[in-house]
């Protein structure tokens, strides 16, 4: 149980576009959803969390028209990166939590997302 | 300041020998918890153990158990019998205040493991 998957695994795109990347809760309900990021050899950053059917809170530096994120249900929560630009090549993580799942406040996460904007 | 500190260099382990991974936290809340997370080279975290402040007991799950000193502030991760799988970055994490769905986790920087044959 508590299965969470992320879409796409890798992704390569050129400077100037956007991408989406979808994190979704296989076999429960996500009340939060979170998203971070990791340089190499580094710790996780968190970015945001999102709760299903309100606005993601984001960190401080964190820009959220430049990172968007939607939580239309309680199993999808998706990342738009818009704009990208070779800075934001990075290892994007989600993780979900539920009521059901290990505890409210236990974190699985998904697979990550490679993103590499040439 | 640093909520999570995981200091050790990364550590070269012999299959079936027992590791322990030292992590200490700093928070001034009475309720708290306490995750480890296992990332192996290809990038999932894994959640592997928790322990609540409150529980009076280490947290054990398989080969992995939780060494809790709560008036030290450590909660250090033992793995026995060590299998090559094992191989992979270690994360403790801490969740502060009482448990609900919006608790942010800090994270430290990662203990990394190799096991040997």
């Known amino acids: 149980g508590a299965v969470v998957s992320q879409h796409p695994s890798r992704v390569i795109c050129k400077s100037g576009t956007s991408v989406k990347i979808e994190c979704r809760s296989l076999?429960?309900?996500?009340?939060?959803m979170f998203w971070y990021r990791q340089f190499p050899k580094q710790s996780l950053m968190l970015m945001a969390t999102?709760?299903?059917?309100?606005?993601?809170?984001?960190e401080q530096g964190v820009e959220k028209d430049k990172f968007l994120i939607n939580h239309a249900s309680l199993t999808l929560s998706t990342l738009t990166v818009t704009s990208a630009h070779p800075e934001d090549s990075s290892f994007y993580i989600c993780?979900?939590?539920?009521?059901?799942?290990?505890?409210?406040?236990?974190?699985?996460f998904g697979p990550g997302t490679r993103l590499t904007v040439l | 300041a640093q909520k999570i500190t995981q200091t050790q260099p990364g550590m070269f382990v012999q299959e079936k020998e027992a590791v322990t991974l030292d992590c200490t936290y700093d928070t001034s809340d009475q309720s708290y918890g306490l995750f480890w997370y296992k990332q192996p080279s290809s990038g999932e975290m894994i959640f592997l153990i928790y322990?609540?402040?409150?529980?009076?007991q280490n947290a054990t799950e398989g080969r992995y158990s939780l060494n809790f000193q709560k008036a030290r502030k450590s909660a250090n991760l033992v793995i026995s019998a060590s299998q090559l799988g094992d191989s992979a970055m270690y994360f403790c994490?801490?969740?502060?205040?009482?448990?609900?769905?919006?608790?942010?986790?800090?994270f430290g920087k990662g203990n990394q493991v190799v096991v040997i044959p």
């Open positions: 322990q609540g402040s409150y529980d009076e």
């Open positions: 993780s979900a939590s539920g009521w059901l799942a290990g505890g409210p406040d236990t974190q699985y």
């Open positions: 999102s709760n299903e059917g309100s606005k993601a809170t984001y």
């Open positions: 076999d429960f309900q996500a009340t939060t």
């Open positions: 994490a801490m969740r502060e205040g009482p448990r609900s769905g919006n608790n942010r986790l800090a």
